[in-house]
């Protein structure tokens, strides 16, 4: 398995871990709107990931064939990202805003903190 593959395979297991906690917040505290925003937020935010996983892998393949490489998907999670906006937009009585865009955050955050630490134990 490469190394990029581990990567993916560690922040995914971090970002349902992050959800398991959501769902347990959402169920058992008075903040049910701020949880479901994180939760909607950061299944999106996974499926970002997953699509970002995707098109490295296709572009890694193109590359090492020698082809050409149009883009790695950034409008595709734009608008991923923009549907859980719309989301939250149209059912503000369930869903925060302020928490949604931090689920959205969510898969960047992890992949951040997983490269710092990784980073610091390589040196050891």
């Known amino acids: 398995m490469p190394d990029f593959r581990q990567m993916y395979n560690r922040q995914r ?5 992050l959800l398991s906690i959501y769902v347990l917040g959402w169920g058992f505290t008075s903040y049910q709107t701020i949880f479901l925003g994180l939760i909607l937020g950061t299944c999106f ?6 699509f970002l996983v995707k098109k490295t892998e296709d572009f890694e393949k193109k590359v090492s064939q020698g082809k050409k490489v149009r ?3 950034s409008l595709s999670r734009m608008a ?7 989301i939250a937009l149209r059912f503000p ?5 302020i928490s949604l865009v931090a689920g959205l955050m969510t898969s ?3 992949i951040m903190i997983d ?9 050891k």
């Open 71 to 73: 883009s790695l998907g």
């Open 45 to 50: 935010s996974y499926v970002n990931l997953w």
């Open 13 to 17: 297991k971090w970002i349902f871990y």
């Open 115 to 123: 490269y710092f630490y990784h980073a610091l134990h390589a040196h």
């Open 80 to 86: 991923v990202a923009g549907i859980a906006a719309l």
């Open 93 to 97: 009585d369930y869903f925060n805003m």
């Open 108 to 110: 960047y955050i992890v």
